[in-house]
């Protein structure tokens, strides 16, 4: 244990962010140097906090099952190689999730029953960047090749995760990412401001030095098949992720100006790296109308913020959440309390309990209102309040209402593979779809989740595939395809 009392006489402190004056005219992280670097005066302490608990309940909240209690005493005891090799011990990426993921784990931990949580994510973050600083993330290639190869299909957190550690039991892996550059949405999807695009290529790097191949530009499906890839390699795995957007049918949704969030920001991802998009999609100047209030919707908010929007609402069907724990959702669950991204702290206005009605057209057929209503929940069903009805201007309107599942023509019908109930596609315990040799990692199988439980998804899957190819296998396999966020 670290200090037995830190959690008692040791307040909460987390890194303080730029500010936001300075960090909405350029497109670097929200945070001053790296994160890790920014917090590392505070955490050691921090760490300290972690109170040795019987039943550390942060591993029930974290899906890769972290040793967080283990790499928390470390960094207090300020042995960083340990706390290094415990932390890779069970995340092939944390400096992806200690930027990204919302963190259930610290909704999890037991100090956060009546007091303030462990700032787990700050410390995991910390040791990583430091290692990367310090030169101490090396690549680690398999001491033989086993002469089995595998086709991984999509560069997101689950392509990545079977890829290194496939590569690393020995397998020659080749990954097939359609777009120009691995990395899917955590390049084309995630803003720089949330997490540079650096941090994502050095990792890319490691990987390329470890033996995996990766394809860029090549659209599984059309150029080259699914048949091809079975007769190509040993084993393939889908992890194509789920990228069939949700749309809003409603009257004037063919007018102008009206976009899915996932065409406004891979533009501005492009551009923030000194790219040139014919044609980009941009806020600047305009009204902007964000429908969707989750973590997809604060990207297109910071984003529009920076290319100097004129005014930006972001609108949510359900009402404002509470700023405390719900009294139905007790601890350890993953509370939907009111949160507030580093977007929302720049600007833009979030509106609650509205629904859109139409959107208004200009003589030109572009979009120049929106009119919506309030809606109130009635027997679990949302009904509109009689005389709520009003018009916002808007010249652009972005639809970040999140993703139905994978795309299913293509590879998907190629291969054969069998769809679950919702559409993804299915598989075994093992993670092999109804196909032999055919796996699914990530939100393909899972259907839209977090990036923890993808990479939790891809370790398993990887030891899945292991065994098929070898016949046994000493990967790991933190979670079963079936495991759900614990929830009441």
């Known amino acids: 244990m670290a200090d037995p009392k830190g959690f008692m006489k040791t307040p909460r402190e987390v890194a303080q962010r ?19 670097r920014a917090l590392l005066p505070i955490i050691t302490e921090q760490a300290g906090r972690c109170m040795d608990c019987g039943i550390p309940f942060c ?38 999730t200690g930027r990204l993921c919302p963190a259930p784990c610290e909704t999890a931990c037991v100090v956060g029953i009546n007091r ?31 002469g089995r190869t595998v086709a991984v299909i999509g560069s997101g957190p689950a392509g990545l995760a079977v890829a290194q550690q496939l590569t690393r039991a020995g397998h020659t892996v080749a990954v097939y990412e359609r777009d120009d550059r691995p990395g899917g949405l955590l390049r084309y999807g995630i803003p720089e401001f949330k997490m540079e695009k650096s941090v994502l290529d050095r990792r890319i790097e490691q990987m390329t030095a470890e033996g995996t191949v990766f394809r860029n530009g090549v659209a599984v499906g059309v150029d080259i098949t699914g048949e ?53 999609i941009t806020a600047e100047g305009k009204d902007v109308v964000i429908i969707g209030g989750g973590d997809t919707g604060a990207d297109c908010l910071g984003t529009a913020i920076r290319q100097q929007a004129r005014s ?31 977007a929302h702290e720049e600007g833009g206005d979030r509106v609650y309990a509205v629904s859109t009605q139409e959107f208004l057209g200009d003589a030109d057929g572009n979009v120049r209102a929106l009119r919506m209503v309030e809606v109130e929940m ?34 998907v019908s190629q291969l054969g593979v069998g769809l679950d109930e919702r559409g993804n596609v299915a598989r075994d315990a093992s993670y092999m779809t109804d196909v032999e040799g055919v796996f699914v990692a990530g939100d393909a199988g899972r259907g839209q989740s977090l990036i923890v439980w993808a990479l939790a998804e891809g370790r398993s899957c990887a030891a899945g595939v292991d065994a098929f190819l070898n016949g046994s296998t000493n990967l790991p396999s933190p979670i079963l395809p079936t495991e759900r966020p614990l929830v009441v």
């Open 18 to 36: 730029r500010p936001v004056g300075d960090r909405i005219h350029d497109w670097k992280e929200v945070y001053p140097g790296t994160p890790g």
């Open 312 to 342: 930006i609402t972001q609108l949510e069907i359900m009402p404002r959440p509470s700023e405390e724990r719900p009294g139905h959702q007790p601890w350890p669950t993953y509370p939907m309390i009111y949160r507030v991204a580093s």
């Open 116 to 146: 303030d949580a462990v700032t787990i994510k700050n410390v995991e973050v910390s040791i990583i960047d430091r290692a990367w600083d310090d030169g101490r993330v090396v690549p680690e290639p398999p001491e033989w090749l086993t």
């Open 59 to 96: 591993h029930s909240g974290c899906p890769l099952g972290n040793l967080i209690p283990e790499w928390n005493d470390l960094v207090w005891r300020d042995d960083w190689d340990e706390a290094l090799s415990r932390l890779h011990a069970t995340n092939n990426f944390p400096e992806f």
């Open 378 to 411: 009635v027997d679990g069903r949302f009904q509109e309040v009689e005389g709520s009805v009003r018009e916002i201007p808007t010249q652009l309107v972005l639809l970040a209402m999140g993703f139905t599942g994978p795309e299913t023509d293509g590879v």
């Open 228 to 280: 091809e890839l079975r007769d190509r390699y040993d084993a393939v795995v889908l992890a194509t992720g789920a990228t069939v957007r949700r749309d809003l049918p409603t009257t004037g949704r063919e007018l102008g100006g009206i976009h899915q969030a996932m065409e406004y920001l891979p533009q501005a991802n492009r551009v923030a790296l000194g790219e040139t998009v014919d044609g980009q």
